[in-house]
Antibody, heavy 117, light 107 residues
Framework: EVQLVESGGGLVQPGRSLRLSCAAS????????MHWVRQAPGKGLEWVSG????????GYADSVKGRFTISRDNAKNSLYLQMNSLRAEDTALYYC??????????WGQGTLVTVSS | DIQMTQSPSSLSASVGDRVTITCQAS??????LNWYQQKPGKAPKLLIY???NLETGVPSRFSGSGSGTDFTFTISSLQPEDIATYYC?????????FGGGTKVEIK
């Protein structure tokens, strides 16, 4: 069974950093691109960042460019999101997702990031 | 960046009704359009990929159509378990975008 489990969320003050992790199992991790998508409370889905299977191609939403860094460790079947200079508007549930030919499937259960003083 | 305009933002329909949601891309995206269902408190679930292909295990009352810039998602006969928010999503290399979502409720 394909499974994605996010961790690392929590309450953090504005301007501080946080590192999210996504542990993957049940599929050949280094065959697939992986992405992060977030959802602010009561809002829609917002794509955050994506990384190709070999880390050769990386993309970021304009809202996080220069502050967030995506990475992966294929040996550990893990995806990461380093979030620096956090703002109140980064408060959201962060999902990781496996991407096959452009569609997101499956998604993890999400990890909640709250940015507040 | 390619932007996605999804409408309506919400709708209310009766059980058994046909429900239609549209998604418009700001430029030609061929058939690179996917649809997701998100129930309250749950992660999104893929329903339709590449505009019209039904994901394995998804009931046949769900369907998708369209190409280029205009796409349609249809529930042929709304069921109580279909109460959810539905999102379209385009994939442009490593810059995907989601539509704003359509919240479907039972009248």
């Amino acid at each position: 069974e394909v499974q994605l489990v996010e961790s690392g969320g929590g309450l953090v003050q504005p301007g501080r950093s946080l590192r999210l992790s996504c542990a993957a199992s049940g599929f050949t991790f280094d065959d697939y691109a992986m992405h992060w998508v977030r959802q602010a409370p009561g809002k829609g889905l917002e794509w955050v960042s994506g990384i190709s299977w070999n880390s050769g191609s990386i993309g970021y939403a304009d809202s996080v460019k220069g502050r967030f860094t995506i990475s992966r460790d294929n040996a550990k079947n893990s995806l990461y999101l380093q979030m620096n200079s956090l703002r109140a508007e980064d408060t959201a549930l962060y999902y990781c997702a496996k991407v096959s030919s452009g569609w997101f499937d499956p998604w993890g259960q999400g990890t909640l990031v709250t940015v507040s003083s | 960046d390619i932007q996605m305009t999804q409408s309506p933002s919400s709708l209310s329909a009766s059980v058994g009704d046909r429900v239609t949601i549209t998604c418009q891309a700001s430029q030609d995206i061929s058939n690179y359009l996917n649809w997701y269902q998100q129930k309250p408190g749950k992660a999104p679930k893929l329903l339709i990929y590449d505009a019209s292909n039904l994901e394995t295990g998804v009931p046949s009352r769900f369907s998708g159509s369209g190409s280029g810039t205009d796409f349609t998602f249809t529930i042929s006969s709304l069921q109580p378990e279909d109460i959810a928010t539905y999102y379209c999503q385009q994939y442009d290399n490593l810059l995907p975008h989601f539509g704003g979502g359509t919240k479907v409720e039972i009248k």
